[in-house]
């Protein structure tokens, strides 16, 4: 950084002088404090400032200010007043502000962020998550200012409560992502983030954001959207001409909004469609779709008792597409505590799935909650032979605890023919299968797979995060003893339950 304009060599060192021997520190050229002072947060680089005069202003010329857990607000809004009190062309600008104060209001936010609006030109990233926040009676709302300068925003709000600013433009903003947010006042979203006021924003996500109401965008430029977890949506338009990705997840599906979705999606170029929510055909239009590779649909309960109708959802959809390159699918089964004693009034649901799109690469999650899989892998593959890639995800084999064992006459081995019935993937050359803890369970659909797949060429396994590598050549021996020579297969394991590294066994 260049020093300052206007200041002598005789200045520096007229401030430099202080009690005491010689002030070499203070002497220094103002990048080389800079680079002294930049890999301290910013309230230990303040505390510089009792070192002398000239170190007083040194460190609000940091490009990056960074509050991390334990910041007080006031000694954010003390940094951000400082580079305020300086006159504009000796500040410099404010490139990056990370801050993760201990507690906040709605008071304290309206008292900093306008002054971080009018200095920022870079990335804001500002969480609440671990925060004490106070939401008083009639005064928990603050205004969101706008950022004229700035390239991406990212904001865990603690579901405090938002005003968005009724004009003015985010010129430069290419990421935006509300967390956590109550939304209050006249202005809306949807008008807030569309190109007249975002002209250059690319991506969108809105998670846990309560008040979105009608939400309506028309953006030429965005290119992914994700809405998650936002219940109150009432009705979804979205223009988006440029848009590639979009996922909609638990918007529309709760108990407090029992009537049928309502979206109008206008996207012809989108590529990638996660939609884990309620549908319905009439009332949720998708538009044109031609270049979508990539479908992802909402959980699909195995067996369940009379009466519940989640399923329904995922059916419709996944009848609506025909062909897409790309199925995400994920099948669930009840723990064994929510599941009432009387077995005989649950059905086994596999059978409502009668029709797949038309798929070359197939993702298929399984949440078996200590439930046998085989039976309803078995229907899905028996409905998508077209697969030339099997992606197959144990989700639930997450947890390290061992999950409990299905009651006596579950339905989840039903019907049984699976075992013995004759199933033909003559397309599918490659399978992946992630979290394999190698219970019998596991072992049976793997047996089956190498069966069914008569042209398969590689089969990677990672096994579950608490399968050590002396576990895992058991596992190896007895995978091999499954296998066809020419089938590459490879393993891996898992270091400190993070690190995924491939694993030889021993011969």
Known sequence: MEHLEGETAAERAKLCAGGGGEDCLSALPDD?????????????????????????????????????????????????????????????????LYAFPSHASADSLAAWLPMAARRLTGVIIFDLAAATVAREDGSGSFELPCFKRATEMRLGLGFLSLTLPPSGVFARLTDLSLDDLHLHGPCGIGEAVSSPRCPSLQRLNLVNAQGLGNFAIHSESLLKIKLENSCGLQQLTIVAP????????????????????????????????????????????????ARLELLGATFFLVDEADGYEHNRDCVRLLRHFEDVSTLTLQLAYMAEEDIEEDLGEHHYLMEDMARLPYV???????????????????????????????MLIFSSSLHLEAEPACASGCLCD????????????????????????????????????????????????????????????????RILGFSKPDICLKFYVYHHFCKKVLYVPED
Not at 371 to 388: K, P
């Open 32 to 96: 080389l404090l800079l680079h002294i002072l930049r890999d301290l947060p910013t309230t230990a680089a303040a505390r510089t400032s009792v070192l002398s005069r000239r170190w007083r202003r040194i460190w609000a010329l940091l490009p990056n200010l960074d509050f991390f857990f334990d910041a007080n607000p006031d000694s954010l809004r003390g940094a951000l007043a400082a580079l305020e009190a300086m006159s504009d062309d000796k500040a410099p600008p404010l490139r990056n």
């Open 242 to 289: 440029a848009l590639k990705e979009l996922t909609v997840f638990y918007c529309f599906a709760h108990d407090s909004n029992p009537s049928q979705p309502v979206a109008d999606i206008a996207a012809p170029q989108l590529v990638s469609l996660h939609w884990r929510d309620a549908y319905h055909p009439s009332s949720v239009q998708f538009g044109e779709m």
């Open 360 to 390: 070359t690469f197939l993702t298929l999650l399984i949440s078996a909650m200590g439930h046998s899989f085989g039976a309803s892998s078995f229907h899905v593959l028996r409905t998508c032979t077209s697969i030339r890639k099997l």
């Open 414 to 477: 039903h019907p049984p023919n699976w075992k013995t019935e004759e199933l033909v993937l003559n397309r599918l050359r490659e399978v992946e299968i992630s979290y394999l803890k190698g219970t019998e369970l596991d072992f049976a659909l793997v047996k089956r797979l190498f069966t069914w797949a008569t042209a398969l060429k590689t089969m990677a396994i990672s096994f579950h995060l608490s399968i050590t590598e002396s576990m895992a050549k058991e596992l190896c021996q």
